[in-house]
């Protein structure tokens, strides 16, 4: 079976830091990768999305970037952190089937996300 | 674009009652619909899904939704909840095409369930 891990699942940072925070796959090959962001009262934020190796798309423009090394393994990353960088960070997979256009009939499935506070 | 809209931010009912969380959306293409709930401190787990055919879904722990496309609802109902429902519950669209799987969020509804 598919399993996700995301670590640290908390973090606390002073402001101007810099922040790695990893999620890897097991159980599935050429996932498509997602990272969001939870702030409090704000639902969730689509921040990141990849379909392959080396691919990244942005959804909004911030202080932070994500990158994707290896098929299974996706990192959120920032040179300096904000204060407006702190909420709960998640990530998620979802099936890819090779030549199957429409992926976005397959669901998503979360880690157990990061807390991350700036001081 | 598509937009999610979960119409109580809380919902407070008694243990055994049933319960009826709201959603709406609005899209220009069609979508396919998911209910998640989240633990405190914890992901998102995937209650139900739907993608086409029967508009009632029934998924895990005992819910069930109704898609009403003229409407634009997919509203989640259990007939009788249980202290441990309390969680937070979120509604997501998906558009059709190859978009993805990008999901767009409601701002969630908390749902605690009293003795």
């Known amino acids: 079976s598919q399993t996700i891990h995301q670590w640290p699942a908390t973090l606390v940072q002073p402001v101007g830091s810099p922040l790695s925070l990893e999620c890897t796959v097991e159980?599935?090959?050429?996932?498509?990768l997602y990272w969001y962001r939870q702030a409090a009262g704000r639902g969730l934020q689509l921040l990141f999305y990849?379909?392959?190796?080396?691919?990244i798309s942005s959804e909004v423009p911030q202080n932070l970037s994500a990158s994707r090394p290896q098929d299974r393994q996706f990192i959120l990353s920032s040179k300096k952190l904000l204060l407006s960088d702190s909420g709960f960070y998640l990530c998620?997979?979802?099936?890819?089937?090779?030549?199957?256009?429409?992926?976005?009939?397959?669901?998503?499935?979360f880690g157990d996300g990061t807390r991350l506070s700036i001081l | 674009a598509q937009s999610v809209t979960q119409l109580d931010s809380q919902v407070p009912v008694f243990e055994e009652a049933p319960v009826e969380l709201r959603c709406n959306y609005s899209?220009?293409?069609?979508?396919?619909l998911f209910w998640y709930v989240q633990y405190p401190n914890q992901g998102l787990q995937l209650l139900l899904k739907?993608?086409?055919?029967?508009?009632l879904v029934k998924g895990i722990n005992g819910f069930e939704a109704e898609f009403n496309k003229s409407q634009t609802s997919f509203h989640l109902r259990k007939p009788s909840v249980h202290i441990s429902d309390t969680a937070e519950y979120f509604c997501?669209?998906?558009?059709?095409?190859?978009?993805?799987?990008?999901?767009?969020f409601g701002q969630g509804t908390i749902l605690t369930v009293h003795p």
């Open positions: 159980g599935t090959s050429n996932p498509n």
């Open positions: 998620a997979w979802s099936n890819y089937r090779p030549g199957q256009l429409a992926y976005s009939n397959q669901p998503q499935h």
């Open positions: 899209s220009s293409v069609s979508v396919y």
């Open positions: 990849s379909v392959g190796i080396g691919q």
């Open positions: 997501a669209v998906s558009p059709g095409g190859t978009s993805y799987g990008k999901l767009t």
């Open positions: 739907y993608l086409s055919g029967s508009t």
